[in-house]
């Protein structure tokens, strides 16, 4: 059949000027539903399902439409065409059948013939087509930059910029950094005297759309974010962390008074192991409301709130890029190379949750932190990886530096999975030094980027560019849905000109 099929088509290509084929799509994966969609987009057709030949007549309508039957091509044709094509048809003995025609209205509107003509002859109203789909919304190009856009990841601007960040004049370290002051730190610092560089640190974490997959898994990289958030700021050692732990459950309905007791148990088990402890925090165990007779439920969540003490505030590593031409981005990967997309912002953004979420089976390898890069000077920016993945992670480092960067991965996994890992910036003559401290503490560590002097962001995959942008109109975008946010709290005219300036 393909051979036939074949010498169809070349007859008609030889024929040059005169070709009567104006598009050919071949039919696979999700039959004519599909490849006949595809032929007919943008303009729309009138389909009917009846007019497919078919071998096996007692086959439904979704059958028909549905079944992915090979060495079958769906050609669009100038109406003078027709019969030409038919003729050549005969000739390689190929069926082919005229099943609709472009309508013009950007619909693909399938009918069910039979069931029109017995409704005619009943005298009864005439059936609804089978599908009537508007193909832009099928077809149409996909919303770009959605996981940016995403609350969980987008710039939080409309909560800090509004308040005075320095007050009493011992912050060390503010939420925003970098020339523009883009709210991107991952800790907080503060001086305990006016005549010293002694201080103290404090980084969050939490994960709860992970804890709709996996309640232990959540709680352990709950712990584990807060570490990777805590590890810029230099402190006295890793058993001096302290935590707070703040529950969220709506404890009272079925299950998940059972799965915050299994997460109870993944965080002693990992904070015992990581040598660090709780010494207070809150409990909301009623995060369930009813609304409109239905029960609106929070997803369990525990925020862990880490601190310890700085010895010197004076070494702090900022997400913001500052090398220029001369810096290199090594990724540091905490989660021993799996790659899951299982509660992902990835996935959110597409309304999904996933199957399997990650999670550091292997809690003892956050104990091999950077902190000797830090002490040494070797790092001149650092960001941990969490929501958005890896990709988000070097986007917000060009963001806040206002500079540009060129990425390189390997898989989509790779890019956007929620798991644990930290990115640096070094210097390029000093990453030597830096990959051979890092594999002395037993840490895999490889190089995803190089920053540079363009005014693009270039993000490749296979040795293909699926990114080329300019990375201020990608900052735009992760800034949007902040502004959006404050208009609900501020005059618009006000958040219009802070989004102009």
Known sequence: MAQKLYRVVRACVEMREDNPIVSIHDQGAGGNCNVVKEIIYPKGAEIDIWAVVIGDHTMSVLEIWSAEYQEQDAILVKRESRSMLQSICQI??????????????EHVVLVDSRAVQESQLSGQLAPRPVVDLELQKVLGDMPQNRVLRLPSV????????????????????????????????????????????????????????????????????????????????????????????NWMYAAKLDGEGAAMYDAAIALSEAMIELGIAIDGGKDSLSMAAHASDEVVEAPGNRVISADATCPDITKIVTPHLKLGNDGVLVHIDLAKGKQRLGGSALAQAFDLVGDECPDP??????????????????????????????????????????CELSSRGNLLQTLFSGKLGLVLEVSEHELGVVLEKLQNFSISAEIVGQVTAAPMVEVKFDGIAHLNEEMSLLRDLWEDTSFKLEKFQRLASCVDSERKG
């Open 361 to 402: 089976e292997d809690v003892s390898y956050l104990k091999r932190g950077v902190q000797e890069l830090l002490t040494d000077g070797l790092i001149s920016a650092g960001h941990d990886i969490s929501d958005g993945g890896l990709i988000v992670c070097i986007l917000e480092m060009a963001f806040a530096g206002n």
């Open 92 to 105: 390689e003995r190929v069926c082919m059948a005229v099943i609709g025609t472009i309508s013009g209205d």
């Open 154 to 245: 987008c710039s939080k601007r409309f909560l800090t910029t509004k308040v005075d960040r320095c007050v009493t004049g011992l912050v060390a370290q503010q939420q925003t950094v970098g020339p523009l002051k883009i709210t991107l730190s991952d800790v907080a610092v503060i001086v305990q005297t006016y005549s010293d560089f002694t201080g103290g640190a404090c980084a969050i974490g939490e994960q709860s759309i992970k804890g709709l997959l996996d309640p232990k898994a959540m709680l352990r990289l709950a712990v584990g974010e807060a570490l990777t958030n805590l590890v810029w700021a230099k402190i006295t050692s890793r058993s001096d962390v302290k935590a707070s732990g």
